[in-house]
């Protein structure tokens, strides 16, 4: 059995305005067995290009390596631009060592309602994935019904945006496409990517997450 331990606590300023909400970085990273190009930071893997389509979007040529610049590089934008990063898992049980959502087990969660009310200036959570089985959002649903709290959709197509409210406080929830690699698949059988792609064959599921994320990120 390996304890799954969220290696970074949550990322968040005074006057941060929107949250980016995973589960957990991969087992390498709770060990501290980083490979050359990890960033020792919330979704530093070298196979999870979330800081690739940031970068893409904000031009910023960041550092991709285990070096303190590399996380000081991140670090600046998130405070520049008021985006924090709060993953909903704290720890989790593993059979086998994978970074797999569906094989977490005897979850932990950190709890997202004390984190905003701790935060009044966030005003939007960015749920990194859809709602499938033990994703930021799934677990999300779940604390939500334990407050009594309900989900109003906003819009229902892709990305989803909902609202909520804490404390009479409206928060907005956006689902965006994960950012690791094993959504491409799912990427490549969605119809606005397949009607881009048609006009584009240069069109790529890197370019399809840019055009997503750019209106959030």
């Given amino acids: 059995m390996f304890l799954h331990q969220h290696p970074y606590q949550p990322f ?34 070298c196979h999870n290009s979330l800081w690739r389509y940031i970068d893409k979007i904000h031009g910023l040529n960041l550092t991709y390596d285990n070096s303190t610049e590399a996380i000081e590089e991140r670090k600046q934008f998130l405070i520049k631009n008021k985006i924090g990063i709060c993953d909903i898992v704290e720890r989790a049980e593993r059979d086998k060592i994978d970074a797999s959502d569906l094989g977490m087990k005897n979850i932990l969660l950190r709890d997202l309602i004390g984190y905003l009310r701790q ?18 959002e799934y677990f999300f649903r779940k604390q939500l019904k334990q407050y009594d709290i309900s989900l109003k959709v906003i819009d229902d197509t892709m990305p989803r945006i909902h609202e909520f409210a ?25 119809q606005e990517y397949k009607r881009i792609k048609a006009k584009d064959k240069a069109f790529t599921t890197f370019d399809f997450r840019v055009l997503q994320y750019r209106q959030f990120l």
């Fill in 12 to 45: 968040i300023q005074k006057d941060t305005t929107k949250l980016i909400v995973g589960t957990l970085p991969p087992p390498r990273f709770s060990v501290g067995q980083l490979l050359e190009r990890d960033v020792d930071f919330c979704y530093g893997s």
């Fill in 119 to 136: 935060f009044p200036n966030v005003n939007t959570l960015l749920f990194i994935g859809g709602r499938s089985k033990n994703g930021p």
């Fill in 166 to 190: 804490v404390d009479k406080r409206p928060v907005k929830t956006v689902s965006l496409i994960s950012s690791s690699g094993a959504a491409n698949l799912s990427i490549g059988s969605n």
